[in-house]
T-cell receptor
Framework: GQQVKQSSPSLTVQEGGILILNCDYE??????FAWYKKYPDNSPTLLIS?????DKREDGRFTVFLNKSGKHFSLHITASQPEDTAVYLC?????????????FGEGTKLTVSS | EAAVTQSPRSKVAVTGGKVTLSCHQT?????MYWYRQDTGHGLRLIHY???????EKGDIPDGYKASRPSQENFSLILELASLSQTAVYFC???????????FGPGTRLLVL
């Protein structure tokens, strides 16, 4: 089954608005959580990440909230801009011995309309 | 700046043929990954490696082999390409699971 799941395949928001992207995970051993951003025909790039020892991390307009008991994390974007239009991929991972895997969600296609 | 390159950038292959996708990184990273991207599936992990001459199966390894001959190079091999393997393939490298993954530009594979 899908270990990391994004509930919304797509979202549309008006420019300047606030939006929330959600991600649920199954493995309670995950201790690293990230959001990647992907423009069409480009490769994913890291937007923001957080480790399990904190509940929140903010970086400018982007904030990630982690709810470990609920196995849920979210990305909040404030003052949305047209250049935020992209696919957002959540990811979660853990270290297992010497290996390292990051599991990605299906992605949410965000459109910011001006 | 971290750099991951992939070759070829696009390829058309015939069903049953052999395809090799190559990835090269100059980041001095130990970990390298191969993902495939399909609409509605995000990125799915095929194979990965955390040391030269060793590879690990990811979540969807069937139909794929991987080779890590050196720290810098990681290849994905489709011995008998099938229509269902049409996708965009991304390679990535990182120094650890809790660190940034740096992705290559992707290879668009079309199997006919």
């Amino acid at each position: 089954g899908q270990q990391v799941k994004q509930s919304s395949p797509s979202l549309t928001v008006q420019e300047g608005g606030i939006l929330i992207l959600n991600c649920d995970y199954e493995n309670d051993m995950f201790d690293y959580f990230a959001w990647y951003k992907k423009y069409p025909d480009n490769s994913p790039t890291l937007l923001i990440s957080v480790r399990s020892n904190v509940d929140k991390r903010e970086d400018g307009r982007f904030t990630v909230f982690l709810n470990k008991s609920g196995k849920h994390f979210s990305l909040h974007i404030t003052a949305s801009q047209p250049e935020d239009t992209a696919v957002y991929l959540c990811a979660a991972g853990e270290n297992q011995g010497g290996s390292a895997k990051l599991i990605f969600g299906e992605g949410t296609k965000l459109t910011v309309s001006s | 700046e971290a750099a991951v390159t992939q070759s070829p950038r696009s390829k058309v292959a015939v069903t049953g043929g052999k395809v090799t996708l190559s990835c090269h990184q100059t980041n001095n990273h130990d970990y390298m990954y191969w993902y495939r991207q399909d609409t509605g599936h995000g990125l799915r992990l095929i194979h990965y490696s955390y040391v030269a001459d060793s590879t690990e199966k990811g979540d969807i390894p069937d139909g794929y082999k991987a080779s890590r001959p050196s720290q810098e190079n990681f290849s994905l091999i489709l011995e008998l390409a099938s229509l269902s393997q049409t996708a965009v393939y991304f390679c990535a490298s990182t120094s650890g699971v809790r660190d940034t993954q740096y992705f290559g530009p992707g290879t668009r594979l079309l199997v006919l």
